[in-house]
């Protein structure tokens, strides 16, 4: 399992917060995924046999935000 946080800007709001948990956390492989609002941050932990953090950042990206 790995543990990872990724600094994500364009979060503003609940909304965003549930659109990138919700996708995330949807995702194959990945058992938790948490938005930091305040700091700009998503903490996830994820089975790095079963996605690649690429495939993560991909996915935050296609809800609209820009991961750092
Ligand atoms: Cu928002």
């Known amino acids: 399992m790995q543990n990872i ?3 994500v800007q364009g979060m503003s709001c609940g909304h965003c917060v549930k659109a990138v948990e919700g996708s995330v956390g949807q995702l194959e ?4 995924v948490a938005v930091n609002l305040a ?4 903490e ?3 089975n790095e046999s079963q996605i690649s953090l ?3 950042k991909e996915t935050i990206e296609d809800q609209g935000y820009d991961v750092v």
């Open 5 to 7: 946080t990724l600094n």
């Open 29 to 32: 492989g990945v058992s938790q």
């Open 44 to 46: 996830i932990s994820y």
């Open 39 to 42: 700091e700009a941050k998503v």
């Open 54 to 56: 690429d495939k993560i």
